[in-house]
């Protein structure tokens, strides 16, 4: 029996390549599609889930009230470690980290030069109980106590095979900033899916001492405290104290009523409030919304199978008459059918592996992850394919099947089993409004989320970002020695003196950066204590960045401050206009220094955020680039004239150089790749769902052959025939548009409602959605009604 369903499978698969291959192309679409978003979310969902102690890890994390309302951050003043071990013994390990991003590593020569590689990676100084809380091996090395003494590093077997090609590295020395580190041990290198990339370790005791003479006034997100909680305790215990362990330390004088609360190790990569090493959080709604949009696309593929299973029906009711005729049982006939199903889900699922395979070398280098199939011994993947292979052989064949063996035998032999009244007819065009309400869907988000991209790119930030050079500075200047006192403004001048450069200033970062430094103010009659953002720039500042002065004048070019520059959501803020705040004395850092001038409002971070109050003041200690307005026809001379220059200023650094205008397209990348998936995705379904119109359309051009043929004789046009193919399915395109722009609308402003600054959704988004999608549709049922219509009526009416 079961080689008979095979052979017969076998046969009208054969017999009808045409249905058989679009069955074939969309189930495969659709089972890569969710194929490779299952990978995705698999590698997202397991974010350190293979540390044996995760459940016991969490982080101490900061909250405050800021301007705008609350303000997050991971980082947690250095010498809070210390004081909660003291106050906390249910913790069992407290380790503190601080991550130096973007680092250079240098690697001293018995003779010559020492090799430099500047590491985007970074290094962080920690501690030996790292290893007691995380589960990261020791291969080689002191597998207990490599960070406890100064001056002492752990390295990756990675960097250490790239640093010194051989993996035994113990006993060799690093150096990092002005410090030279002897290597203790080499560590496992970090897995990918990990919010802990770390190649090289250092020691905190080398750095603590300067680290923690801030005191509890200093916090920086990169320096981050976490703990293991000892078996037995509950959790609950130490978050019901954080309250009084703030009050404890931070004192009644906590205008912005900062607290430190607990986060769990399993939220970390979760809640996107607080960052993490990586910089890269994803919500848990984007999980359920990758394994939606898998599920939608598989459904896709699985109704254009039973669109033409069920239209095709009529072909094989003779057949189906026949086996009933012959004893055939519906049992045996809806297994013979599901067979068929499953034999070619089977060849889609073989196919989408290797489609699946070709698209994760675009995939991953685009999400630079490393996503693979491994067949070999991943049983989860193995569990996903064969549950992915039943629900798709039942979902697109158990209808068909109890459809085609549910004919009456006496009509089926006289080819009467269906007309336009059957439940099959009537579901092939609900199935395709579920197709087109699908696309539609897919369209209109993707033109939202492109439409928002462009808003992004090309909105006036307040200030120049084209042809901006970036470039940082490596040492800070303190105007107290005198062996480096001027290097930075040497290096500046000689750079206003060239030929196509503009403008240059010296600066902590550009108007719009990542690297934001915030604190908070008080105004001369005012009780209320106020939040801003800090910048330190020189004289050159506005003009390089055509910052505009709306009252006051401009700061003067010195290296320490004499006044302070503002934005005008600063004097708004302190409840001023801008005008009156001119001349108001601020206090900060310790100074108390006088409002020189008001600068027009400018965004200095990304459009996800409004604009924050902003102070500007002169502070040689705190710049750490050189910003260059160039001739954008003189780039690449001023750029070689540049890294000439640095290198005789820094010969012991690596000179390097940005754009401005990349950098702010930096802060949308995520939202970019999210446009760009969104885009396949949307050309899939809309190709899934033309594979399904198409084979629809050739089989009502079969079965009205000889009707084409009738109406060209009595003098029927062929665009009167065109449109008689057309008109139906133009019917189920518009019903499943009406469908999908409510939904849309609703769902994308939900998603525009993340940015503070962001386009208004309007009609012209859903016509251009409906125009494509109408465009690709009807050529795809065009094309196959004009070759029916050209067919000579003679051919028509001959055929049987």
Known sequence: ????????????????????????????????????????????????????????????????????????TPGVPSVLPDAFRLDFPESEEVVFMSYRAGSMVTIPQPTGEP???????????????????????????????????????????????KYFDKEDVVGEVVKFDTNEYKITAVMADFPQNTDFPFDLMLSYPTVKKGTEANGWNSIWSDEQCYFLLKEGEEISKVESRMGAFTEKYIGDDNPNNAFFSIQPLSELHFDDRFSTFTYNTIERSMLVTFGVIALILIITACINFINLATAEAIKRSKEVGIRKSLG???????????????????????????????????????????????????????????????VI???????????????????????????????????????????????????????????????????????????????????????????KAGKMRTLRDEMLRMSGVANASLNSAPPSSGNVSGTHFTVEGKEDDFRTQ???????????????????????????????????????????????????????????????????????MSLREPIEATLMMNRLRGYETLTLQVNPNQIKTVIDKLKSSWEAAYPEHIFEYEFLDQQIEEFYEGEQKMS?????????????????????????????????????????????????FSKEYLRLILIGFFLAAPLSWYVMNKFLDEFAYKIKIGPEIFLIGLAATLFIAMFTVGYRSLKAALVNPSNSLRSE
């Open 1 to 72: 029996m079961l080689k008979n369903y095979l052979k017969t499978a076998f046969r009208n698969i054969l017999r009808e390549k045409a249905s058989s291959l679009i069955n074939i192309a969309g189930l495969t679409m659709g089972i890569t599609c969710s194929l490779v978003l299952f990978l995705l979310i698999r590698h997202l969902a397991s974010f350190d889930n293979f540390h044996s102690k995760r459940d016991r890890i969490f982080r101490v994390v900061h909250q405050s009230d800021g301007n705008q309302g609350k303000n997050y």
């Open 115 to 161: 090799k430099r590689y500047t590491e985007e990676a970074g290094v962080v100084f920690t501690q030996s109980n790292f290893f007691k809380v995380f589960d990261r091996s020791i291969l080689i090395g002191d597998k207990t106590g490599g960070l406890d003494d100064p001056n002492e590093a752990i390295i990756s077997k990675r960097w250490a095979l």
């Open 328 to 390: 055939g049982t519906r049992r045996q006939l809806i297994g013979q059918f599901l067979g068929e199903t499953a034999l070619i889900t089977v060849m889609s699922m073989l196919a989408s592996l290797a489609l699946a395979q070709l698209a994760l070398t675009i995939l991953n280098p685009f999400l630079e992850l490393q996503l693979s199939l491994g067949l070999a011994s991943d049983w989860t993947l193995w569990i996903f394919l064969t549950a992915s292979a039943v």
């Open 393 to 483: 052989a039942l979902l697109s064949g158990l209808y068909p099947a109890f459809i085609v063996s549910g004919f009456n035998p006496v009509l089926a032999l006289k080819n009467l089993a269906t007309n336009k009244t059957s439940s099959g007819y009537i579901l092939r065009r609900a199935l395709v409004v579920t197709q087109f309400f699908i696309s539609q869907f897919f369209i209109i988000g993707t033109l939202v989320v492109i439409s928002q991209m462009k808003y992004f790119l090309n909105k006036d930030l307040g200030f120049k970002k084209d042809a901006i050079i970036v470039v940082p500075i490596p040492e800070r200047e303190d105007p107290t020695k005198e062996d």
């Open 534 to 604: 800090v910048k330190q720039i020189d004289g050159n500042y506005l003009e390089v960045f055509e910052l505009k002065i709306v009252a006051g004048q401009n700061i003067e070019d010195g290296d320490t401050a004499k006044g302070f520059l503002v934005n005008e959501k600063l004097a708004r803020t302190a409840g001023f206009e801008p005008q009156e705040m001119v001349g108001k004395t601020i206090e900060m850092w310790g100074k108390k220094l006088p409002v020189v001038g008001i600068v027009k409002d400018f965004h200095t």
């Open 676 to 724: 760009t998936l969104l885009g396949v995705f949307s050309s899939i379904a809309i190709f899934i769902g033309c594979l399904g119109l198409f084979g629809l359309a050739t089989f009502m051009a079969n079965q009205k052959t000889k009707e084409i043929g009738v109406r060209k004789v009595l003098g029927a046009s062929v665009e009167s025939i065109v449109l008689l």
